[in-house]
C-alpha cells in the first residue's frame, strides 16, 4: 500500500457524472498494488 499525495483521485458517490456534491471526494487516497507470479518446474 501506498500513500501518494501527488496523486488526486476523484470519487463519484451518487453516480450522476459531475463531481459537484458534497459527499464527492478529489484528494490524495491510498493506492494499492496486486502482482502475481506464474513459475513452471521442470525436473528430467
Do not use: E
Not at 463519484?12 to 498494488?33: A, E, M, T, V
Amino acid at each position: 500500500m501506498v500513500y501518494d499525495d501527488d496523486i488526486i483521485i476523484k470519487r463519484d458517490w451518487n453516480k450522476d457524472g459531475s463531481f459537484d456534491h458534497p459527499n464527492d471526494i478529489n484528494g490524495p487516497r491510498i493506492q494499492l498494488l496486486t502482482t502475481i507470479g506464474i513459475g513452471f518446474g521442470y525436473k528430467f
